[in-house]
């Protein structure tokens, strides 16, 4: 078997321009107001090569196509996905070199949905739906998404408060005037899913249509035990004033999940579990646990549900102003218990119980966290943005500005138990066992942020070969948190009664925290020829306390204190763009560095905590997409990360002060080749570098992640002009490797192994 881990100690169209007011008069007297390009539904054509080159990016603060957009931005089209037969996030975005869920969790706090890395930083926060921040730690469906679009490098002046290494934005499905309809039906080994998209315009009212996407899928993951991811969903979207200048579109989301969450897999026996420890020394010669055991019980389940109301309104009041209004409600609730576990030997009993240390049959795991989650995200938001063309000196301007308003609310109820489960076999585990019981107990954690926002984007072309552009972002935000708890306890995170008797639910924390922040961007791009471009790109953002999770803290090593200033992140980034053969396919080369400042650290004189750590992530990442031949399309990408802690202790393994989850190289490729006669062949890999854990404690726990390849193959045949059938095989090798491992290096998820899916698509 190919080594999985091992231990190592040190080592919008183009718009005429606006010269002058008697200009513009004559222009609107002459040209009738033009409506906005929108995204038309999805059609698969059998046999034809779909798209994989986006032109733009959905979000009218990027008044540039991406040929001219100075800065590295990844879109991966539903063409692409859907031919993998993505339908998660997490899926799609391997399409997305180095981007992937790398952390398990921390110790028994296990990691759910999209819990994203890029570029050296945990991203899960910085994920938006059409421009809007979308809140929760759950995973998100593909099949209301016509595109994802990646923005590495601070997104701070184009979102507001983010991650500093980058965004995630989802671009919706929405009705237009065309008719149009398609299905799919994919099966395989306990697996199923339907879909179905179907737009019409309403005839009886001009300029008005409909759309309807529904999803509906019963997926027992391959090769573990008990672990479900069952869901079902409904998106529609209703145009009104299609092909005038004045449009308005309602749409609605509906998503329920109904899944039993995976706490992952021991790493007993696997490559690095081979550290001396004294407490148990015959783990070094330790069996390898089967991939496919579940510790968790018959009563660990995940029900999560999710609905999101935007209404959007669109008006030309000339060919090159627009204005656009989005007001957005959107609310989910997540609400599991998750059974996990550590192997530790330093607890009391010891997590690895070991009646007789010679007979491993005999060895168990205490089920010792079990993990409650009941967390409702909520967010009201009304955004107002336009976009104009403007002549001035000459000179032609690009402008995009806005005002942004937001209300986003977490909930956090706390749940008690009593009793335990009883210990599982570490190779035979049961999950159907008794002896614990739970409720909530009143207890809860509120916290909100409020921002009031207002932007202002500019590109400034000087002539046909230069542009200048630049961006500000000027926002309050005010975050307000509050803790009930149960007094009483031990240890550092018992909270005093203060004469109440022990279980009294008391005011733990009342905490807020108001501020400004101010985040720019600027760059500068040459275009040497009509189909390239040469660009250098500075930016920032900014995450302040509670930022990432409503939460505040009076505790001096935690980043959440209001005492603290925001976390800082600068990127610096240089690179090129081209479009070559009839610019069909997109080449793209950049270099970066970026730098995250203001981390606490602790000061090992005075021993206080100060905001003197500072971080750092360079590379190379190279892209292409699009199509080499008319019948031949691929999309690939490649990075070259280089991470350090600059200033501060380290929170790796070694002395290497890298980052952690963050593979040094990555690379991935997608490529399809239509035969003619209705035949499509296809396939792609990716790679994954070496990676390694966070550091702590734990004893005798593997500490790097391997490196792995995986490769996916695809064939697919048009039976008729409607009927499609495709055949997906994923990690054809059957490679064995590690796709997730938590903090401690106690638990992992397994990679995929080997399977089969088989997929009728229909157009109608």
């Known amino acids: 078997m190919t080594d999985l881990i091992r231990s190592r100690r040190h080592g919008a169209r183009r718009m005429p321009v606006i010269t002058s007011t008697a200009t513009a008069t004559l222009l609107a007297m002459a040209v009738p107001a033009v409506a906005n390009e929108t995204t038309l539904p999805t059609v698969t054509v059998s046999g034809a090569q779909p798209e994989y080159k986006a032109e733009r990016v959905a979000s009218p603060k990027f008044t540039e196509p991406l040929l001219n957009t100075t800065q590295t931005v990844s879109v991966i089209t539903d063409a692409l996905f859907k031919e993998q037969g993505a339908s998660t996030l997490s ?164 998503v329920e999940q109904n899944n039993v969450p995976d706490g992952g897999v021991s790493t007993v026996g696997l490559p690095g579990y081979s550290t001396p420890d004294p407490a148990r020394p015959f783990l070094n010669d330790a069996g390898r646990v089967d991939p496919t055991n579940f510790y968790g019980t018959r009563a660990d389940y995940e029900d999560v549900r999710t609905d999101m109301v935007t209404l959007t309104v669109e008006r030309d009041f000339s060919p090159t102003m627009t204005l656009r209004n989005t007001t957005r409600w959107g609310k989910t609730r997540q609400d599991y218990l998750l059974t996990a576990f550590m192997a530790s030997s330093t607890s009391t009993p010891p997590n690895l119980l070991t009646p007789n240390p010679a007979d491993p049959s005999s060895w168990t795991l205490a089920r010792s966290n079990p993990t409650f989650k009941n967390q409702t995200n909520e967010i009201l938001t009304n955004q107002t943005n336009l976009n104009a063309t403007l002549a ?20 956090n109820l706390t749940t ?56 500000v972002r000027f926002e309050r935000y005010r975050t307000e948190y509050l803790n009930v708890a149960a007094c009483g306890g031990t240890g550092n995170s018992a909270i005093p009664c203060n004469g109440a008797p022990s279980g009294t639910l008391v005011t733990a924390t009342d905490l807020d925290d108001a501020d400004n922040l101010f985040n720019w961007k600027l760059g500068v791009l040459y ?34 204190n209001p005492d603290y200033k925001p976390q800082q992140a600068r990127t610096a980034e240089i690179g090129t763009k081209w479009e070559v053969l009839d610019r069909q396919l997109a080449l793209s080369a950049a270099l970066y560095r970026t ?38 399309g691929i999309s690939a990408g490649f990075t070259v990360m280089d991470t350090k802690v600059v200033s501060g202790a380290g929170v790796g393994n070694d002395d290497s002060r890298e980052l952690n989850y963050t593979p040094k190289t990555a690379f991935t490729a997608w490529t399809t080749y239509n035969l003619g006669h209705g035949v499509t062949l296809g396939g792609g890999g990716r790679y994954v570098g070496e990676l390694q854990r966070g550091k702590d404690g734990a004893i005798g726990t593997p500490r790097y992640v391997e490196s792995y ?54 157009t109608f």
């Open 91 to 254: 899926e799609a975005l391997r399409n997305s070199a180095g981007v992937s869920t790398f952390f398990l969790g921390e110790n028994g706090n296990t990691n759910t949905g999209d819990a994203i890395y890029m570029r050296g930083f945990d991203s899960a926060s910085s994920i938006y739906v059409d421009g809007v921040r979308d809140l929760g730690s759950v995973s998100r469906d593909t099949f209301n998404i016509s595109q994802i679009e990646v923005t590495k490098g601070p997104a701070g002046t184009d979102y507001g408060r983010s991650a500093p290494t980058g965004a995630i934005n989802l671009a919706t499905k929405r009705a237009a005037l065309d008719d149009a309809s398609s299905a799919s039906l994919t099966g395989g080994e306990d697996y199923l899913r339907a879909t179905a998209d179907l737009n019409r315009a309403i005839t009886a009212v001009e300029g008005t249509a409909l759309r309807v996407n529904v999803m509906g899928q019963k997926d027992g993951v391959p090769a573990r035990d008990q672990v479900e991811n069952d869901r079902w969903g409904v998106a529609t979207s209703l145009a009104y004033g299609l092909g005038s200048p004045t449009r308005a579109y309602l749409d609605y989301l509906h």
């Open 392 to 411: 001035t000196g000459g000179f032609t301007h690009e402008i995009s500005a806005g005002i942004e308003l937001t209300r986003e609310k977490q909930r």
């Open 416 to 471: 008690i138990r009593s009793g335990n489960w009883p210990a599982a076999n570490l190779y035979d585990p049961d999950p159907n066992v008794s002896g614990m019981s739970w409720a909530p107990n009143g207890a809860h954690a509120d916290g909100e942020t409020r921002t009031a926002a207002a932007y202002l984007f500019d590109t400034l072309k000087l002539n046909e070969q230069w542009q200048i552009n630049g961006g």
């Open 527 to 560: 275009k040497p020829a009509p189909n390239g471009s040469i660009y250098a790109n500075y930016a920032t953002s900014q995450q302040p306390p509670g930022g990432a999770n409503f939460a505040l803290s009076s505790n001096a090593n935690n980043a959440g």
């Open 595 to 632: 730098e995250v400042r203001n981390e606490v650290e602790q000061d090992p004189v005075d021993q206080q905590y100060h905001q003197t750590g500072k971080k750092r992530v360079q590379g190379i990442e190279l892209g292409v997409v699009g199509q080499i031949t008319r019948n031949w």
């Open 709 to 762: 390849w995986v490769f996916d193959g695809m064939a697919s045949y048009a039976v008729s002009k409607n009927v499609e059938v495709q055949l997906n095989v994923y990690n054809l090798l059957d490679e064995e490797y590690v796709a997730a491992i938590n903090k401690s290096g106690y638990r992992y998820t397994p990679g995929t192994p080997r399977s089969v899916r088989l997929t009728a698509n229909f």
